[in-house]
């Protein structure tokens, strides 16, 4: 068993140490610290390309786990109190080599990541985009391969909150999506 003092399976308290009764969310009984299992915020894009009838969005082939070699959108964790719009710019310039014109909010949604050997809660934040100025450079330690993706027929991505926003984005836009994976 392995001991942790954070997250859904966390085994002792942060605060004292004292090993706890149950899981999360839960009272420390040695010290009363209160425990609880946020859900980690991040910052997505759809980066669309395209004009009416032809709109279609760029998806990245993840090279890490977990869930490697599957599809993705750009984006990652927020660091510290940073906001998840900022950090949908700070990760696609990281992942694409070029700056975004970040668009509006698509939607919140929550879902799971495995993450140090336990699914964790994540509060998915995507933003329509454009790309910058500048040529795509993939970052290899993050992505393998690009491809661009009708928006109305996109394949199974990594992640099932990427699916929803991919989805979301395309009614917003007054697109209907086909059912199921391309």
Same mark, same amino acid.
């Given at each position: 068993m392995t001991l942790r003092a954070y997250g859904p399976t966390?085994? $002792?308290c942060p605060r004292c140490a004292a090993a706890l009764s149950v899981a999360p969310p839960t009272d420390c009984a040695a010290c009363g610290y209160r425990l609880f299992v946020n859900a980690r915020p991040s910052g997505g894009? +759809?980066? *669309?390309?395209?004009g009416p009838g032809e709109l279609r969005f760029l998806a990245l082939r993840r090279a890490a786990q977990p869930r490697a070699g599957r599809w993705e959108l750009? @984006?990652?964790?927020?660091? @510290?109190? #940073?906001h998840p719009?900022? %950090?949908?710019?700070? #990760?696609?310039?990281e992942e694409l080599g070029v700056g +975004?014109? &970040?668009?509006? /909010?698509?939607?919140? !949604?929550?879902? #799971? !990541? #495995? $993450?140090?050997?336990? %699914?964790?809660p994540v509060l998915d934040m995507f $933003? /329509?985009? %454009? /790309?910058?100025? @500048?040529? +795509? %450079? &993939?970052?290899?330690a993050e992505s393998s391969d690009m491809c661009w993706f009708p928006l109305d027929a996109p394949p199974a991505l990594a992640f099932d909150t990427m699916d929803s926003a991919i989805r979301d984005?395309?009614?917003r /836009?007054? *697109?209907r999506t086909v059912t199921g994976p391309v």
């Amino acid at each position: 068993m392995t001991l942790r003092a954070y997250g859904p399976t966390a085994s $002792f308290c942060p605060r004292c140490a004292a090993a706890l009764s149950v899981a999360p969310p839960t009272d420390c009984a040695a010290c009363g610290y209160r425990l609880f299992v946020n859900a980690r915020p991040s910052g997505g894009v +759809i980066v *669309l390309d395209g004009g009416p009838g032809e709109l279609r969005f760029l998806a990245l082939r993840r090279a890490a786990q977990p869930r490697a070699g599957r599809w993705e959108l750009p @984006g990652g964790f927020c660091e @510290g109190a #940073e906001h998840p719009a900022d %950090t949908a710019v700070r #990760e696609a310039h990281e992942e694409l080599g070029v700056g +975004i014109v &970040l668009g509006d /909010l698509v939607g919140m !949604y929550v879902g #799971e !990541y #495995e $993450f140090q050997g336990e %699914t964790v809660p994540v509060l998915d934040m995507f $933003f /329509l985009a %454009t /790309l910058g100025a @500048g040529k +795509i %450079t &993939l970052d290899p330690a993050e992505s393998s391969d690009m491809c661009w993706f009708p928006l109305d027929a996109p394949p199974a991505l990594a992640f099932d909150t990427m699916d929803s926003a991919i989805r979301d984005a395309a009614h917003r /836009l007054g *697109l209907r999506t086909v059912t199921g994976p391309v």
